[in-house]
């Protein structure tokens, strides 16, 4: 799988690499949210009808009753069957402003057609599961998501 970037405005590119390669956790002041993205792209990578993944596809800004915000979506999945917007935040970190921002990104992917979900938590099946894909990848791999 490939992971494509939206490319900034004006920039006229796009990065791509290795799913692998391209998300690991930065510091450890993000490790639970980064940990969520290497797991859902390997779930996606595994997903019979993925056709495409784009990462932070766009960027939005709305208004709320206080002010301007905006929100960048963490992934498009393009699938054989449609497209699936997805924002990545654990459940234990999701706040009130964030629920106004998956409001907006839920807007947005009804207005294209597409699908909208939060991947907030994996049951316990998920992990052993993807343990067990990624060591067939490489037995370096195993235990990564368990």
């Known amino acids: 799988m490939v ?7 004006g920039s006229g590119s796009s990065a791509t690499g ?12 993000t490790a639970p949210k980064a940990w969520k993205r290497p797991g859902l792209l390997l779930a996606l990578d595994f997903a019979g009808d993925l056709v495409d993944v784009i990462s932070q596809p766009m960027r939005r800004r709305f208004s709320t009753a206080d002010k301007r915000r905006s929100h960048t979506p963490d992934f498009l999945a393009v699938t054989r069957r449609g497209g699936w917007l997805i924002d990545v935040r654990p459940e234990p970190l999701i706040e009130e402003k964030d629920l106004e921002s998956f409001d907006a990104s839920a807007e947005v992917a009804l207005a294209c ?7 907030a938590r994996w049951g316990d099946h998920i992990c052993s599961t993807l343990d067990a894909l990624l060591s067939a990848y490489s037995p370096m791999c195993r235990g990564r998501y368990g």
């Open 3 to 9: 992971i494509r970037s939206a490319a900034s405005p």
């Open 18 to 29: 290795p799913a692998c390669s391209s998300w690991s956790a930065p510091a450890a002041t």
């Open 113 to 119: 057609g597409w699908h909208y979900t939060v991947a």
